[in-house]
């Protein structure tokens, strides 16, 4: 049984490009939240800052965190690998910290699977359409228009994992889905009742895929 003292695990996925990592930054803000900084293979974008967005680090040095099993999970996505180390996140849970994951279905699975004895909650980011998802990936990844259309591809791959999500939300404007998110995760921690429309879900979910 997870203890009152401890943080929550707050996990947040979607398809690339949704707004994940936006959301995950705006819900760091609050008190007494921090996101977990994984490790990457990937090369840093322009935008982003080694030790803080990421640990950036070379091939053999991630295996070897494998080797040691320093990873509470890690996967290979779009041909590079993303772990998440244990000790921190579980140092910071212990000192009742809530700890934000910004990781793909496959962290998310694995995570799930430990059955920690810390409080999960999981949520699935959707974009509002396919034509609002290409125009964030193209001004993200301006300099590669590849880049974006190879996460395209991934869409409709990525998109079906939605349905192992405690919740799933749609990032149309940013704000309402911030604060969304935000009333789902009291709710959760404060056994409120919530604001969830299961059904509309399912229907967006079909518009995206059909
Ligand atoms: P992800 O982490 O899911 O891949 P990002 O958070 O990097 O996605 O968002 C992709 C791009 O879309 C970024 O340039 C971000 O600023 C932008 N973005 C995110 N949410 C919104 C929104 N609600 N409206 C408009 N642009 C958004
Ligand atoms: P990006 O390259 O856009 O930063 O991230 C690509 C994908 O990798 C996103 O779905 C992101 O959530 C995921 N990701 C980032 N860090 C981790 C991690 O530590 N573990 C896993 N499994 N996925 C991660």
């Known amino acids: 049984m997870p203890s009152v003292n401890d943080g929550v695990m707050i996990v947040l996925s979607s398809p690339s490009g949704a707004g994940k990592t936006t959301l995950v930054k705006m ?42 099993q320093e990873f509470l999970e ?41 059955k920690l004895d810390y409080k ?11 034509e609002v998802l290409f125009e964030r990936l193209s001004n993200r990844d301006m300099k590669d228009k590849l880049i974006a259309e190879e996460r395209m591809k991934q869409f409709d791959r990525d998109v079906l994992h939605w349905i192992n999500y405690d919740y799933v939300v749609i990032n149309d404007n940013l704000e309402k889905c911030f604060s969304k998110i935000e009333n789902l995760i009291d709710a959760e921690i404060n056994n409120g009742s919530k604001d969830y429309d299961a059904e509309y879900i399912r229907s967006h979910v079909n518009k995206l895929i059909s």
């Open 27 to 68: 819900l760091s803000k609050m008190d007494n939240y921090e996101i977990s900084i994984s490790h990457t293979t990937r090369q840093p974008r322009p935008s982003e800052t080694n030790n803080k967005d990421y640990y950036f680090v070379k091939e053999d040095v991630f295996k070897r965190l494998i080797n040691n």
């Open 74 to 114: 890690y996967a290979k996505v779009f041909s590079n690998f993303y772990g998440t180390t244990r000790t921190p996140v579980i140092d910071k849970l212990n000192k009742g910290k809530n700890i934000l994951f910004d990781i793909d279905w496959q962290g998310a699975d694995q995570i799930k699977n430990k």
């Open 120 to 130: 999960l909650i999981t949520f699935f980011i959707l974009p509002p359409s396919r």
